[in-house]
C-alpha cells in the first residue's frame, strides 16, 4: 500500500453498544486509496453506530469511544487521553497545576485559609492563615460543596477569580485573583521527629518530574539540622515517574543494577551511578502500604535488595508494568499503553498478576497490621502539606485562639514506632524478604 498522501492515523476500538464491545478496529484514511479490510470494517460500523443508535454521536465522540475501547481493553493500566485529559496528565506529571495556591480546611462549612504557598498568587494577594473565603465569583461558599467550590476556584492560568474574604480579625475585603501555573508539592512533609535522637522524617505524596529536586531540597534542610537517620514515607504513594523514583534511589546506592525493564524487544538495566550518590551511609527505613504502587516500589524494591533500607507495614499494592507515554501533537491527545515488566534488583517481578492467587507486591521486611483509626489518621496527614517556615508563626496564633487549625503533625502509629525502634536497637534487625 502506497505510503503517500496520509491524513490521519487512527488507532480505534468499536465503541461497545448495548450487547456489549463490538471488535478490534484501525481506521486510517488515505487520499486515493482503497481502504485495507479492518479499515474497511470499521467505517462500516462506525457509519452504522452514527445513524442507529438511539442517541445522537458526532463523529469525534465515536473516535474517542473506540479508543478508550482499545486502550481499555489491553490492561488496568493502558489508557487513552482526549486533549482536556492530555492537559491535565501534562501538569500532574510536571508537579504543576493551574490554581492560586492556597490550601484550605473546611470548617463548620466555611472554608479557612490554612496557608498559601509560598510566591503564589495567594500569597501575593494577601490571603493569611485563618482567612475565610465567604463567595467565589459572587455565589456562597457556605452552601457549595467541596467539589462545586473546588471547581469555581480552578481556572486556566492567567484567569482570574474574584473572591470575598473575611480576614480572620474581622475585616471584609474584594480579592481579584490571577490564576498561574503553581507546584503542588510531591513531598508533603520534612522534619525531624521530636525525642527521636535526629531521625527525620519525610513523606513523599507522588512521583513527578519535580520530586527529585524537592526530595534533595528536604534532604539538605534535614542534614542542616543534625539528621543522623531517616524515616522514609512512600504509604498511600500511587507512583508517578519512573525516573524520579530511580533518581531518589540513586542517592542512596553507590552503585549496581537499581531496575531492570523488559519489553518484548528489549532488556534494560538502569544503574546507579557514583557522581549522583550522596547519602550511601545514611541509616534508612521505608514505610510501605497496601497504597504504594509503581514507583514507590521501584524506590522501595531497589533500596530493599541493596540492603540499603529496612521496609515497614504491609505488603505493597504490585503494580510492576512500565507504561509508555505518546503525544500526538497534530490531534493533542495521548495514548499510554504498558510496554514493559519491571523487575527488581535481585530479579523480583512485582506485578501481582504476574501468578495466579497472588494479591501484593513486595513484602516489607517488618510487617505491621495498623487498625482503623491509625490508618484513617495516617492517611488524612498524608494527604495534607506541612505550612512553609514562614507562616508557622500566623498558624500558631490562629490555633491559640481556635484549637481545630492545628498544624499537622506526623501521627505516631505501629508503623512509625517500629522504624524508630530499628533505629534505637529494641527491634530484631529485619532482613529483606521475597513476595510469597
Known amino acids: ?210 520530586t527529585p529536586q524537592e526530595f534533595d531540597e528536604a534532604l539538605e534542610k534535614l542534614t542542616a539540622q543534625g539528621m543522623q537517620g531517616l524515616i522514609l514515607d512512600l504509604r498511600g504513594n500511587l507512583g508517578g515517574v519512573m525516573e524520579s523514583a530511580l533518581a531518589m534511589a540513586d542517592r542512596f546506592v553507590r552503585e549496581g543494577v537499581l531496575l531492570r525493564t523488559e519489553s518484548r524487544r528489549s532488556v534494560e538495566l538502569h544503574e546507579a551511578t557514583v557522581e549522583a550518590t550522596r547519602y550511601p551511609d545514611l541509616p534508612l527505613v521505608v514505610l510501605v502500604d497496601g497504597d504504594s504502587a509503581s514507583a514507590s516500589e521501584i524506590l522501595a524494591g531497589a533500596l530493599q535488595d541493596h540492603r540499603r533500607a529496612a521496609l515497614v507495614g504491609t505488603p505493597t499494592y504490585g503494580k510492576g508494568m512500565v507504561q509508555t507515554i505518546r503525544q500526538f501533537r497534530e490531534f493533542g491527545t495521548r495514548v499510554k499503553v504498558t510496554s514493559a515488566y519491571y523487575y527488581s534488583p535481585s530479579g523480583r517481578l512485582f506485578e501481582r498478576t504476574a501468578e495466579e492467587g497472588r494479591t501484593h507486591g513486595i513484602v516489607p521486611d517488618v510487617y505491621i497490621e495498623l487498625d482503623a483509626e491509625q490508618a484513617q489518621e495516617t492517611a488524612q496527614f498524608l494527604e495534607s502539606y506541612s505550612p512553609p517556615e514562614t507562616v508557622v508563626p500566623a498558624l500558631q496564633r490562629w490555633q491559640a485562639s481556635e484549637p481545630l487549625a492545628r498544624i499537622p503533625e506526623v501521627p505516631s502509629d505501629a508503623h512509625l514506632a517500629a522504624a524508630l525502634e530499628l533505629f534505637q536497637g529494641t527491634r530484631p534487625s529485619a532482613s529483606a524478604s521475597d513476595p510469597q
Not at 492563615?129 to 486556566?156: N, Q
Open 1 to 210: 500500500m502506497s505510503q503517500t498522501s496520509y491524513r490521519q492515523v487512527w488507532l480505534a476500538y468499536a465503541m461497545g453498544i448495548s450487547s456489549g464491545i463490538l471488535g478490534t478496529l484501525v481506521y486510517r484514511e488515505l487520499a486515493g486509496a482503497s481502504l485495507e479490510p479492518d479499515v474497511a470494517q470499521y467505517e462500516q460500523v462506525r457509519n452504522f453506530v452514527a445513524q442507529t443508535y438511539v442517541k445522537r454521536l458526532d463523529a469525534e465522540e465515536i473516535l474517542t469511544r473506540s479508543l478508550r475501547g482499545l486502550t481499555r481493553s489491553l490492561d488496568p493500566y493502558s489508557r487513552y487521553y482526549n486533549t482536556e485529559e492530555s492537559n491535565k496528565l501534562e501538569l500532574e506529571t510536571a508537579g504543576n497545576y493551574p490554581g492560586i495556591g492556597v490550601v484550605l480546611r473546611r470548617m463548620n462549612d466555611r472554608q479557612r485559609v490554612l496557608f498559601s504557598m509560598a510566591g503564589s498568587p495567594a500569597s501575593l494577594a494577601g490571603l493569611e492563615p485563618g482567612d475565610e473565603i465567604v463567595s467565589v465569583e459572587g455565589v456562597p461558599a457556605a452552601g457549595l460543596s467541596w467539589s462545586e467550590f473546588s471547581d469555581r476556584m480552578r481556572g486556566p492560568a492567567g484567569s482570574e477569580v474574584q473572591l470575598t474574604v473575611a480576614k480572620l480579625l474581622g475585616e471584609v475585603v474584594e480579592l481579584r485573583v490571577e490564576r498561574a501555573l503553581v507546584v503542588d508539592p510531591s513531598v508533603r512533609h520534612a522534619v525531624l521527629l521530636p525525642d527521636a535522637q535526629a531521625i527525620g522524617y519525610i513523606s513523599v505524596h507522588s512521583f513527578s518530574r519535580r
